[in-house]
């Protein structure tokens, strides 16, 4: 009787991993076809909540300075979501591989008759899976199926893992036995005899090709059963500013203002839906029935609140145009708008539930998991800090934050909670979402602006010079800008015309009709704060404070004569 057969851990090592492959493509199904949780990245945000600052930190700017090696786009900076990603999904596969060789280790202890069957396997799986998924119960808050229905799936899936592990160890023992008696001369027929490292490879091409195969059919489904809102052009050309109106039909504050942008200048009022977006969301959206929401407010408060919309809605109500920008928003990026937001103050809110005399901050809660701190203090100082449920005097939109979200002027999108379900007067001051992720702590926006437009379809001339309008848009929170100049080919600095801003924290568009000569010449534009601060020159990439340096355009210039 020959004693059993064994399989290498190392072996298990690399089959948890090949299996865990097609483990996340089915996982990544599930969330798109069925609203199911993503575990891998529930895996990842409970233990970036664990583990240090630092340490997430210093693994995302590695990752970062992968992607930009690799010639990632900086324009959607979203790089730092999907250096979060890659390391979720890397350390999902590695913690499969780790089951796999402690498996496999397991297993060539065992006796035989235990071995055999799916039932080692599958508990495996079960083992490796429970505390993953009560992970995911804990930390997901974006998956839509029902509760039942999820633990049934997971459950299934780790099982079924598991099952496949076991499979693959003894296979592996009875490829080793096969080809022992086949060595031996003890093989009666003529079958093909295959080692273990061909069906390693074998086993391996199946998971990959299954797994490509699915993500793409599961993705393409998708795009059939959820069809995309149209993606939105980063820079929507009009020069017609004036025409605009608001959502309530009403002209835009500034539409007196003599001054026209030049053409192909960004809308001034950004239309809603064209509005960017920027969250940690992967699946599907936040959903919320504005009849049955209620926002609670609770912590150290003496009148704890549970509000519905329409107890917030009859409030006092103050509105704004609003200008918001991204921290990764690069240079002359498409990660900033411009619409008109509608809520109460946070003082008024104060006001109501009257916080304790320990209470320092509100800790706000979004339905993804997002969450940041909002120090009392600040609230006391400045009564345009809101809570906002219109945009373009509609409800927020769902991609917006619907049904609630913060404004604080000055700062970044980043301190600003959309899809809040709950908000914490806490006695400490903690640090949110991104700042726990290395990102600046009070992300005051940089002042900032751009060039739109060369406009050299609206060359026109005056007297026997030939002028270019060149336009586009300057930005310091609510500090306001003083001045825009234009500088062409590193001259002097020129001033540009400003056209007013719509609010103290909307940006200002701003023109200069630049008497050219025929060639191609290169722009730049600053501005300056209305304190006299000059915008920052010196070029800083959007980590951890939002980028500075100048925007500049090249173009070549002929004379249409
Ligand atoms: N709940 C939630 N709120 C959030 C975020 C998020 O990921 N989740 N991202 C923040 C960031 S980084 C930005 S820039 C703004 C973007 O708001 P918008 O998508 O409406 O433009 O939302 C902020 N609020
Ligand atoms: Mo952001």
């Given at each position: 009787?020959t004693?059993?057969?064994?399989?290498?851990?190392?072996?298990?090592?690399f089959?948890?991993?090949?299996?865990?492959?097609?483990?996340?493509?089915l996982?990544y199904?599930?969330?798109l076809?069925?609203?199911?949780?993503?575990?891998?990245?529930?895996l990842?945000?409970?233990m970036?909540?664990l583990?240090p600052?630092?340490?997430?930190?210093?693994g995302i700017?590695?990752?970062?300075?992968?992607?930009l090696?690799?010639?990632?786009?900086?324009?959607?900076?979203?790089?730092?979501?999907i250096?979060?990603?890659i390391?979720a999904?890397v350390?999902?596969?590695?913690?499969?591989?780790?089951v796999?060789?402690?498996f496999?280790?397991?297993?060539?202890?065992?006796p035989r008759a235990p071995?055999?069957?799916?039932?080692?396997?599958?508990?495996?799986?079960?083992?490796?899976?429970?505390?993953?998924?009560?992970i995911?119960?804990?930390?997901?808050?974006?998956?839509?199926?029902?509760p039942?229905?999820?633990?049934?799936?997971l459950?299934?899936l780790?099982?079924?893992?598991?099952?496949?592990?076991?499979?693959?160890y003894?296979?592996?023992?009875a490829?080793?036995?096969r080809?022992?008696r086949?060595?031996d001369?003890?093989t009666?027929?003529s079958v093909?005899?295959?080692?273990?490292?061909?069906?390693?490879?074998?086993?391996?091409g199946?998971?990959?090709?299954?797994?490509?195969?699915?993500t793409g059919?599961?993705?393409?489904?998708?795009?059939?059963?959820?069809?995309?809102?149209?993606?939105?052009?980063?820079?929507?050309?009009d020069?017609?500013?004036t025409?605009?109106?608001?959502?309530?039909?009403?002209?835009?504050?500034?539409a007196?203002?003599?001054?026209?942008?030049?053409?192909?200048?960004?809308?001034?009022?950004?239309?809603v839906?064209?509005?960017?977006r920027?969250?940690?969301?992967a699946?599907?959206?936040?959903e919320f029935?504005?009849?049955?929401?209620?926002?609670?407010?609770?912590?150290?408060?003496?009148?704890?609140?549970?509000?519905?919309?329409?107890?917030?809605?009859?409030?006092?109500a103050q509105?704004?145009?609003i200008?918001?920008?991204?921290?990764?928003?690069?240079?002359?990026?498409?990660?900033i708008?411009?619409?008109k937001?509608?809520?109460?103050?946070?003082q008024?809110?104060?006001?109501?539930?009257?916080?304790?005399?320990?209470?320092?901050?509100?800790k706000?809660?979004?339905?993804?998991?997002?969450?940041?701190?909002?120090?009392?203090?600040?609230?006391?100082?400045?009564?345009?800090i809101?809570?906002?449920y219109?945009?373009?005097?509609?409800?927020?939109?769902?991609?917006?934050?619907?049904?609630?979200?913060?404004?604080?002027?000055d700062?970044?999108?980043?301190?600003?909670p959309?899809?809040?379900?709950?908000?914490?007067?806490?006695d400490?001051m903690?640090?949110?979402?991104?700042?726990?992720?290395?990102w600046?702590r009070e992300?005051?926006v940089?002042?900032?602006?751009?060039?739109d437009?060369?406009?050299?379809?609206?060359?026109?001339?005056q007297g026997?010079q030939?002028?270019?309008?060149?336009?586009?848009?300057a930005?310091?929170?609510?500090?306001?800008?003083?001045g825009?100049?234009?500088?062409?080919?590193?001259?002097d600095?020129q001033?540009?015309?400003?056209r007013s801003?719509?609010?103290?924290?909307?940006?200002?568009?701003?023109?200069?009709?630049?008497?050219?000569?025929e060639g191609?010449?290169?722009?730049?534009?600053r501005?300056i704060?209305?304190?006299?601060?000059?915008?920052?020159?010196?070029?800083?990439g959007?980590?951890?404070?939002?980028?500075?340096?100048?925007?500049?355009?090249?173009?070549?210039?002929?004379?249409?004569?």
């Amino acid at each position: 009787m020959t004693p059993p057969a064994k399989a290498h851990s190392l072996t298990g090592l690399f089959t948890g991993v090949l299996l865990t492959l097609p483990l996340m493509m089915l996982l990544y199904l599930g969330e798109l076809l069925a609203g199911m949780p993503f575990v891998p990245f529930d895996l990842f945000d409970r233990m970036a909540r664990l583990l240090p600052g630092p340490l997430i930190t210093a693994g995302i700017d590695t990752m970062v300075s992968v992607l930009l090696a690799l010639g990632a786009g900086g324009d959607l900076s979203s790089n730092a979501k999907i250096a979060e990603r890659i390391m979720a999904l890397v350390i999902f596969t590695g913690l499969g591989g780790l089951v796999g060789a402690a498996f496999f280790a397991l297993m060539n202890r065992l006796p035989r008759a235990p071995r055999e069957g799916y039932g080692p396997g599958g508990s495996a799986g079960l083992l490796f899976g429970l505390p993953l998924i009560a992970i995911s119960f804990g930390v997901n808050v974006s998956a839509t199926a029902e509760p039942l229905l999820r633990l049934v799936w997971l459950l299934a899936l780790f099982a079924g893992w598991g099952a496949a592990l076991g499979w693959v160890y003894n296979e592996l023992c009875a490829v080793t036995l096969r080809q022992k008696r086949h060595t031996d001369g003890r093989t009666e027929t003529s079958v093909q005899v295959i080692d273990r490292r061909q069906f390693l490879v074998r086993l391996g091409g199946a998971s990959a090709t299954l797994t490509v195969v699915g993500t793409g059919l599961g993705a393409a489904l998708n795009t059939i059963l959820n069809p995309a809102t149209p993606a939105a052009p980063a820079l929507p050309a009009d020069g017609t500013a004036t025409a605009l109106v608001d959502g309530s039909g009403s002209p835009l504050p500034n539409a007196a203002d003599p001054l026209q942008p030049a053409p192909g200048t960004r809308l001034e009022y950004t239309p809603v839906e064209r509005h960017y977006r920027i969250d940690i969301v992967a699946g599907a959206l936040p959903e919320f029935d504005a009849a049955t929401y209620t926002l609670p407010i609770t912590g150290s408060v003496a009148n704890e609140v549970n509000w519905s919309l329409e107890d917030i809605r009859a409030m006092p109500a103050q509105d704004a145009f609003i200008t918001m920008s991204c921290i990764s928003n690069p240079i002359g990026g498409s990660l900033i708008s411009t619409t008109k937001w509608t809520g109460v103050s946070f003082q008024h809110i104060l006001a109501q539930i009257q916080p304790s005399p320990s209470a320092v901050a509100l800790k706000i809660y979004g339905a993804d998991g997002f969450d940041e701190y909002l120090a009392l203090d600040l609230i006391r100082q400045d009564e345009r800090i809101m809570l906002a449920y219109d945009f373009d005097d509609k409800p927020l939109p769902q991609r917006n934050g619907f049904p609630l979200r913060t404004h604080i002027p000055d700062r970044y999108g980043m301190k600003q909670p959309k899809w809040i379900t709950r908000i914490e007067v806490v006695d400490a001051m903690g640090e949110g979402y991104w700042v726990r992720r290395g990102w600046s702590r009070e992300a005051l926006v940089r002042a900032t602006s751009v060039i739109d437009t060369v406009a050299t379809e609206a060359i026109y001339s005056q007297g026997a010079q030939y002028l270019v309008p060149i336009g586009g848009m300057a930005w310091a929170g609510d500090r306001g800008i003083a001045g825009v100049e234009v500088r062409v080919n590193g001259g002097d600095w020129q001033p540009a015309q400003l056209r007013s801003a719509m609010s103290d924290r909307a940006w200002n568009l701003w023109r200069y009709d630049w008497a050219f000569s025929e060639g191609s010449h290169t722009f730049e534009v600053r501005c300056i704060e209305a304190d006299g601060t000059p915008q920052i020159e010196t070029p800083a990439g959007v980590r951890p404070d939002g980028a500075t340096g100048l925007h500049s355009a090249r173009e070549t210039l002929r004379n249409p004569a």
